[in-house]
């Protein structure tokens, strides 16, 4: 199972991939829901779009996005999963209004993807996966699956309008790598502070006005029973005679449609212009098929010509393939050849391909050569899934004694000595705070807080892990500490500000100053701070997107110097030791060669950064448009009064 599950999640990273910035999330367990509370019954959960949201349309897309996130590795707590249940109903309500739909073809093929790891789909394991992980049927899960698909061609087509021309990205190409030199003087905030005086009432009126900083949160203490378990990692034998008994139990399994051994000389379409991209693909295509025509032999130009890594190395087997494990296009192709023949290009997501079919046959039953080592992993799997299963049970079955045995003695050395288990104690820690020695639980968190001082919790499933029972031995009550022991951190607060400020209006007057002197003198940057015995220092070169020699990380400074002309005084600007004056020595901007030779590395940069910029954009707007009230909060709200 541990093995299945996580070729299917990183499956469906890839196949439920939507808009929006991945979230970093915390745990929390199958089986959570919004609380929608009696007194909002008959009333919408909100409203999208100026119309409203049913609670059983906000349930579904709820439970679609827990779902969706526990598959796929990223579990939600339950404020995280209302939030982006609201995303997703914007995104479907949107997808709807487009027109755009997921074919049930489509979908199947999702489905075959995500779960067919070891080139075979077995409906009974998909279903079982699904309920037993998911917690749902198989079909509620496959229209979360149709509605996640749905969303994700919206983004793609979307994306489309954020394509860059060639011109501009290497006029960004020129802007981005020109390189830049400017002389600087730093007025630090270090040297300021010196000369700035905190006084005891400042130190008071800060402490008073930010109390919530000041405060601690309850804390526990505990000690916890753990029942650890673990698999070896060697996998289990599995003999011949256990291959041979399954394929022979499970013909149907193995059973097979029409299907062809073909192979395939694929050309990617890459390129600045799609049409051109296309033109110069199909050219190349059309010269390996008149060698093909010359009677060339199809595995060898494979080798030479196919830009599919996985067969070219096998001159373009694709081995026996049926007609619906292959995109339509190309499946339709394949299957109106005879065997011997070759044919295309054949346009497909992936580029052109040139096909062949070497050998037809009629529906029977794959020969047990052909999937042996199939079955012998899935066995091996099966029968290590077993073995975990037994090892969790029997951890299991030893914090239950425990759990008993505790009912009857606090004491819990023997316990532990007597059911060999480990004693863990744990310092203090905060409520959903991960502690170092468990890692992230909110299991673990809720029982160490819902359990009374000297009481056992319920049994903790640690997943990956093992399970414990918590026994909390101390609750540190959540308080503010005093003034006097936060007033040397105070103090330095109020000195660091004042000096930054102070360094601030420093460099503003001498900006003043510089400029002044600049302008009635005609004197550069360096001759007028001289005049004012202001120290100045030259950077080394720099782009735009910086470091800035001499200052470091800095890049409002890089982004105003780009603006500047040789010469010029740039604006006053703080950094992370003060406030910066500066002037641009020099700019010299990439030669034509070198753009030539940077595009190729700079343009896929630039094209992800403008898709993050339009689909940002994209998004904000789509927000706005949308005006989403949330009646579930303010019934948290009255809940709460």
Not at 132 to 148: C, F, H, M, Q, T
Not at 463 to 487: D, F, H, N, Q, S
């Amino acid at each position: 199972m541990c093995r299945m599950l996580a070729f299917f999640r990183r499956r469906m990273k890839a196949i439920l991939w939507v808009l929006v910035v991945v979230v970093i999330v915390t745990f929390i367990p199958w089986g959570v829901g919004v609380r929608l509370r009696s007194g909002g019954e008959g009333r919408p959960a909100g409203e999208l779009f100026g119309r409203p949201v049913s609670r059983e349309e906000f349930n579904d897309a709820y439970m679609a996005t827990v779902v969706t996130g526990k598959l796929s590795g990223f579990p939600l707590d339950a404020a995280r999963a209302r939030q982006m249940a609201w995303e997703r109903l914007i995104y479907l309500t949107e997808a709807r209004r487009r027109g755009i739909s997921v074919s049930d073809g489509e979908l199947a093929r999702a489905v075959r993807t995500q779960f067919g790891g070891d080139g075979a789909f077995d409906p009974a394991r998909y279903e079982s996966l699904i309920r037993n992980i998911a917690g749902v049927p198989a079909d509620l899960y496959e229209g979360w699956l149709r509605e996640s698909m749905m969303i994700r061609k919206m983004s793609e087509l979307a994306m489309l309008s954020a394509w860059l021309p060639d011109p501009e990205i290497a006029r960004r190409y020129r802007e981005a790598e020109t390189r830049l030199r400017i002389r600087f003087a730093l007025m630090e905030a270090a040297q300021a502070e010196k000369s700035v005086a905190v006084s005891d009432e400042e130190v008071r009126e800060r402490y008073e006005a930010r109390l919530a900083e000041f405060k601690t949160p309850t804390k526990v203490a505990v000690r916890c029973l753990m029942a650890p378990w673990a698999v070896s990692a060697e996998e289990p034998a599995v003999t011949d005679e256990e291959v041979r008994a399954y394929y022979d139990a499970h013909p149907e399994e193995f059973a097979h449609g029409k299907r062809l051994k073909a192979r395939q000389i694929l050309f990617k379409i890459e390129g600045k212009d799609p049409a051109e991209a296309e033109k110069k693909a199909a050219e190349k295509a059309e010269k390996v098929l008149e060698k093909l025509r010359a009677g060339g032999a199809f595995a060898k130009l494979a080798k030479r010509h196919s830009a599919d890594e996985k067969t070219a190395s096998k001159g373009g087997d694709l081995g026996f393939v049926e007609r619906h494990e292959m995109p339509k296009e190309l499946s339709d192709a394949l299957f109106a050849l005879e065997a011997g023949a070759f044919g295309g290009p054949v346009r497909t997501a992936q580029g052109l391909h040139l096909i062949a079919v070497d050998e037809t046959q009629e529906p029977g039953t794959k020969p047990l050569d052909e999937v042996r080592d199939r079955i012998r992993s899935r066995l091996q799997r099966d029968k290590k899934e077993r073995l975990a299963a037994e090892e969790k049970e029997k951890a299991y079955r030893r914090v239950v004694d425990a759990s008993l045995a505790l009912v009857d003695t606090p004491d819990l050395e023997a316990v532990a000595r007597a059911k060999s288990l480990e004693l863990m104690e744990i310092g203090p820690f905060a409520e959903g705070e991960v502690v170092k020695e468990i890692g992230p639980s909110m299991d673990f968190s809720k029982a160490a807080f819902d359990t009374e001082v000297g009481a056992f919790s319920d049994i903790v499933e640690l997943p990956g892990r093992g399970y414990c029972v918590v026994v909390p031995k101390e609750r540190i009550a959540a308080r503010t500490l005093p003034l006097e022991e936060v007033r040397t951190r105070i103090v330095a607060d109020l000195t660091a500000e004042k000096g930054r400020l102070k360094a601030r209006e420093e460099a503003a007057r001498l900006h003043g100053e510089v400029q002044k002197r600049m302008a009635e003198k005609q004197l550069d940057f360096a001759a007028a701070c001289g005049e004012l015995s202001i120290k100045t220092e030259e950077s080394g070169t720099f782009t735009a997107r910086g470091p800035v020699e001499g200052l470091g990380a800095e890049p409002a400074i890089a982004a105003a110097a780009a603006a500047l002309k040789p010469g010029e005084l740039g604006p006053v600007l703080d950094t992370a030791n003060g406030s910066c004056l500066f002037a641009l020595v020099s700019r010299e901007e990439p030669t034509e060669e070198e753009i030539a030779k940077g595009m190729a590395r700079f343009r896929d940069r630039a094209r992800r950064e403008e898709e993050g910029r339009f689909l940002a954009e994209w998004n904000r707007r789509l927000h706005e448009q949308a005006r989403k009230v949330d009646y579930l909060d303010s019934e948290e709200d009255a809940a709460g009064d």
